[in-house]
């Protein structure tokens, strides 16, 4: 039933350590993305992927790695959490590019960088 | 490059009165605009989208929005608002006026509803 899903919805780690968000669609859509949240900024694309095994660069992608193996997966990695990356994470997906396709939210995480 | 304007960061609004939320965009040419609905604690959900033709468009729950063009704006209307409508409302515009589907994002809107 799911649609998309993310794990862990809260996380709270240490500066420097590795943390992987993930995110999961059971729709076989071509498109995925990572944006974050944050006051005053709204959300800001990180990374997106058009298919398994491609991936590109969005607004803010410093600090961040993905990697797309499988059509359905598409995690994030913070290989040094920083501070600057507490944030809440948004994964979402699209059945295709282009203006028409209509992105699908996942329910975020909260992920908080001591 | 393209950008989304939310002047207004917060509003409040009692149930039953009417709604407007404010966005301005930046873009040459005819942009794709989408107004997103962030429950607390969930993700982001579809109110409406523009991308030609009529300029008033309507969306769920019964909101609608309108393209003008000359102003460059797309504001979000609901003639009669109800408690169930508070949330943070982002405007959204395409990148690159549609080649993809990256899309930019307004700051947001938070909206407080009073009995």
């Known amino acids: 039933d799911a649609g998309i899903t993310q794990s862990p919805r809260y996380k709270i780690t240490e500066t420097g350590r590795q943390v992987t968000l993930m995110c999961h669609q059971t729709?076989?859509?071509?498109?995925m993305f990572w944006y974050r949240q944050d006051l005053g900024h709204g959300l800001r694309l990180i990374y997106y992927s058009a298919a398994a095994d491609i991936t590109d660069k969005g607004e803010v992608p410093d600090g961040y790695v993905v990697s797309r193996s499988k059509t359905e997966n598409f995690p994030l990695t913070l290989e040094s959490a920083t501070r600057s990356q507490t944030s809440v994470y948004f994964c979402?997906?699209?059945?295709?590019?282009?203006?028409?396709?209509?992105?699908?939210f996942g329910p975020g995480t909260r992920l908080t960088v001591l | 490059a393209q950008s989304v304007t939310q002047p207004d960061i917060h509003i409040t609004v009692s149930e039953g009165a009417s709604l407007e939320l404010r966005c301005n965009y930046s873009y040459g040419a005819t942009p794709y605009l989408f107004w997103y609905v962030q429950s607390p604690g969930q993700g982001l959900q579809l109110l409406l989208k523009y991308f030609s033709g009529d300029t008033l468009v309507q969306g769920i729950k019964g909101f609608e929005a309108e393209f003008k063009r000359s102003q460059s704006s797309f504001n979000l209307r609901k003639p009669s608002v109800h408690w169930s409508d508070a949330a943070e409302y982002f405007c959204?515009?395409?990148?690159?006026?549609?080649?993809?589907?990256?899309?930019?994002f307004g700051t947001g809107t938070l909206l407080a509803v009073q009995p």
């Open positions: 959204a515009v395409v990148e690159g006026g549609g080649a993809t589907n990256k899309l930019i």
């Open positions: 979402a997906s699209s059945v295709a590019g282009g203006p028409f396709n209509e992105q699908f």
């Open positions: 729709w076989s859509h071509s498109y």
